[in-house]
């Protein structure tokens, strides 16, 4: 099975197939998704409610509101990424059209009690949008993915018969194939040179979403409190392509025929290879391939309670997802010598693509949420979650595939704690709103350090008479990992990640 070269947090290792730990988690964070106004106000609408965003979180804050209500978002999401590798700083940005959410509610009031009202409602809602770009680039003469390969295949203890038998098939394997490694007395050397200096770049393009079906029932009781639920089926797609090249653009890799008997060469300690032909490296490009769709079931739990005119309080409770997913990968290398740069040797595995199908569960989320509201003309809202990401899981029909991936997943993550706040001011017919999203990190950290989420929103909406209304956002989110291109040496890459999303909405009351 596939596995993967980098890991994108900390202290991640190569694991030995392409399902891990990073899988469980990449499902288990949500984004700021929603209608306009939602966005804009950090998401903070636990106890706000009457926005079709609700389902995906607090499903009660349907039930406050009074009519009908239908509602189309989309906008445009910006990147502009940079990292830095070997003191070396790189810039890449990207854009795409990204939906956000759609969804109708229909209204009616209970039979024999005039102040209670009942809700159903379809939302579709896009809790995260994968689409991202990164490019690193700079010169190393001694962390090529060459050296990496090298000491991967002689970690394995020689046994009788072809040590070879012992490579990883999608990686040190493809090196040997390719005529990066062979073998001496029993042990791997590298045709490469591996004291010159080569150009590396490492280029990671990730696409797909995961979009938040919910079938939702609210009840008012005298608009005082309100109860809901949403049966969540949260549908996945996900992309990522990773590609790491090398290039000897000095031509510090030389080898020079100066007989049938002899040649010359540039390599620091002579030519190691027993394929002198070749004459030397020229560049290479090693690609990871992984795609999977699937689909999950949840089930969304929420109460507020209305304890003054301008007091709300409110509680939500989402059960674990359960994804069913279908995965298909990849790995390639091709190398160019001297001899023949524009015909390189290329090689795949699995030949044809690999399959797997398998299970991920996440963890739950529980949150309290409040909003005070000031005679109709201002509200402030703040939301406050809790999530455990340990407790995530992957399983699949052979118990043993995962165990070793589920010891780490309990080992490494730790509960985490994310915060919403955001404020609406009313100018009847315009609406002022600001927002801050904080997602804390898998690792327990809030507010900064490396895989935190920080999103600052701002917007405004008009509203109608004949009850339509028109809704934009601008939100920003930031956010900094460390990125390890190889396993047996600490090459890391800073990565800075700012996303732009401008959202608009156009929903009708009726």
């Known amino acids: 099975m596939y596995r993967t070269l980098v890991g994108i947090f900390t202290l991640t290792v190569i694991v030995t197939q392409a399902q891990n730990d990073l899988d469980a988690i990449r499902y288990s964070r949500v984004g700021v998704g929603g209608t306009a106004r939602?966005?804009?106000m950090g998401g903070a609408f636990g106890a706000v409610g009457?926005?079709?965003?609700?389902?995906a979180y607090n499903p009660a804050g349907l039930g406050i509101y009074r009519t009908g209500a239908m509602a189309i978002s989309a906008g445009l999401k910006t990147n502009n990424n940079s990292s830095s590798i070997y003191n070396r700083s790189s810039d890449l940005i990207s854009a795409n059209v990204a939906f956000s959410n759609l969804g109708i509610a229909l209204n009616w009031p209970s039979k024999g009690d005039a102040d209670s009202r009942h809700l159903l409602a379809f939302t579709n809602t896009q809790l995260q949008n994968f689409s991202n770009s990164v490019g690193m680039s700079g010169y190393t003469n001694s962390?090529?993915?060459?050296?990496?390969?090298?000491?991967?295949?002689?970690?394995?203890?020689p046994q009788s018969g072809n040590i070879t038998n012992n490579l990883y098939s999608?990686?040190?394997?493809?090196?040997?194939?390719?005529?990066?490694?062979d073998t001496f007395n029993n042990k791997f050397f590298?045709?490469?040179?591996?004291?010159?200096?080569?150009?590396?770049?490492?280029?990671?393009v990730t696409t797909?979403?995961?979009?938040?079906?919910n079938f939702s029932y609210a009840y008012s009781f005298k608009d005082d409190s309100y109860f809901g639920v949403s049966l969540g089926l949260p549908q996945v797609k996900y992309t990522s392509t990773t590609t790491h090249r090398e290039y000897d653009d000095k031509d510090s890799m030389r080898v020079t025929i100066t007989s049938p008997t002899s040649y010359t060469t540039t390599y620091v300690d002579g030519l190691p290879a027993v394929y002198p032909t070749q004459l030397g490296f020229n560049n290479l490009t090693y690609t990871e391939y992984f795609k999977t769709s699937g689909s999950g079931v949840n089930l969304k739990l929420g109460f507020i309670k209305r304890i003054s005119d301008h007091l709300r309080l409110g509680a939500f409770y989402h059960t674990r997802t359960?994804?069913?997913?279908q995965d298909s990968y990849y790995s390639s290398l091709s190398v160019s010598y001297d001899y023949a740069p524009g015909n390189p040797t290329t090689v795949k595995d699995p030949t044809n693509g690999g399959t797997f199908s398998y299970k991920i569960i996440t963890p739950a989320r529980m949150g309290l949420n409040a909003a005070y509201i000031l005679d109709k003309k201002a509200v402030i809202a703040v939301d406050f979650e809790r999530v455990n990401y340990s407790g995530a899981q992957l399983t699949s029909t052979n118990v043993a595939d995962f165990a070793g991936v589920n010891t780490v997943i309990k080992n490494k993550y730790k509960a985490a704690s994310n915060i919403r706040v955001g404020a609406e001011y009313n100018l009847n017919p315009v609406m002022l709103r600001v927002g801050y999203n904080m997602q804390g990190s898998p690792f327990g950290d809030v507010f900064t350090g490396n895989f935190v989420r920080n999103t600052f929103s701002a917007g405004f909406g008009f509203r109608t008479k004949n009850n339509l209304s028109l809704d934009f956002t601008m939100a920003r989110t930031m956010s900094n990992e460390n990125y390890y291109l190889f396993s047996t040496f600490n090459t890391v890459s800073k990565i800075k990640?700012?996303?732009?999303?401008?959202?608009?909405?156009?929903?009708?009351?009726?």
Request: include cysteine; proline fraction near 0%; hydrophobic fraction near 40%.
């Open 38 to 40: 939602f966005v804009a």
């Open 50 to 55: 009457a926005d079709l965003s609700c389902a």
């Open 143 to 157: 962390q090529s993915i060459a050296k990496d390969m090298l000491n991967l295949a002689n970690q394995y203890k």
């Open 170 to 181: 999608s990686y040190e394997g493809l090196g040997f194939n390719t005529f990066l490694l």
């Open 190 to 204: 590298s045709n490469l040179d591996l004291k010159r200096s080569v150009r590396q770049t490492r280029d990671i």
């Open 208 to 213: 797909g979403r995961v979009n938040d079906l």
């Open 322 to 325: 359960i994804y069913t997913m």
């Open 497 to 510: 990640y700012n996303s732009t999303m401008l959202t608009v909405t156009l929903g009708i009351k009726f």
